[in-house]
């Protein structure tokens, strides 16, 4: 697959180079762009997930409670990493956080829906201790997973403008 370099300026006015595929037609952002994303959106959301999940199971709160938790740390922490970055890049706060909301909401929810649908259908891992290797393995898992099937709703989107595309022409 050819590839062409699409070049923006920052708010520095230096240029930033980023991988879209060429070739007409919709949906050509390579595979690598995509992972990417699809790896920085997974960051932030393993991060504020694990960080629900371990608050929930230590104070011995109940699955619904601790996965809305994790939920919620798990959108936070995936827009904070992005806001960091675009924010870094010169944009101020209310740009900063529309191009969050754009670039990272679908690739969150998606990603939450399919982790927390895996934890949920492990037998005995809504109800596994920290220090349960079932809690572990179920949650990693439900990353891996959620890795997968979000990585091509991720190319789709940039291939489209939309999605993490928003946000890469901001860093």
């Known amino acids: 697959m050819d ?3 699409h070049r923006t300026g920052t708010a520095a006015g230096e240029p930033v ?4 595929a060429a ?8 595979w690598g762009t995509a992972a990417r994303a699809t790896a920085h959106c997974l960051t932030g ?4 997930e694990i960080l629900g999940m371990a608050v929930g199971t ?13 939920v919620v740390l798990a959108f936070l922490f995936g827009y904070s990493f992005t806001l960091y ?3 870094g890049a010169g944009l101020g706060p209310k740009a900063a956080v529309r191009v969050a909301l754009a670039a990272d909401t679908v690739s969150i929810a998606l990603m939450e829906l399919v982790d927390n649908g895996i934890i949920a259908l492990v037998p005995g891992a809504l109800d596994a201790h920290l ?6 393995y179920a949650l990693l898992g439900g ?12 190319k789709w989107m940039i291939g489209r403008g939309k999605g993490h595309a928003v946000a890469h022409t901001h860093h």
């Not at 070739?23 to 390579?30: D, L, Y």
């Not at 230590?58 to 994790?70: D, E, K, R």
Request: glycine letters at 10%; a neutral charge; charged letters at 10%.
């Open 143 to 154: 990353f891996a997973v959620a890795f997968v099937v979000t990585t091509p709703v991720n």
């Open 3 to 5: 590839h062409i370099t």
């Open 58 to 70: 230590a104070l011995a709160w109940g699955n619904a409670p601790t996965m809305a938790l994790a």
């Open 131 to 136: 220090t349960d290797a079932l809690f572990w």
């Open 17 to 20: 180079a980023h991988d879209f």
């Open 45 to 48: 959301c393993a991060i504020g």
């Open 23 to 30: 070739g007409p037609g919709p949906g050509r952002a390579s």
């Open 85 to 87: 970055a675009v924010r």
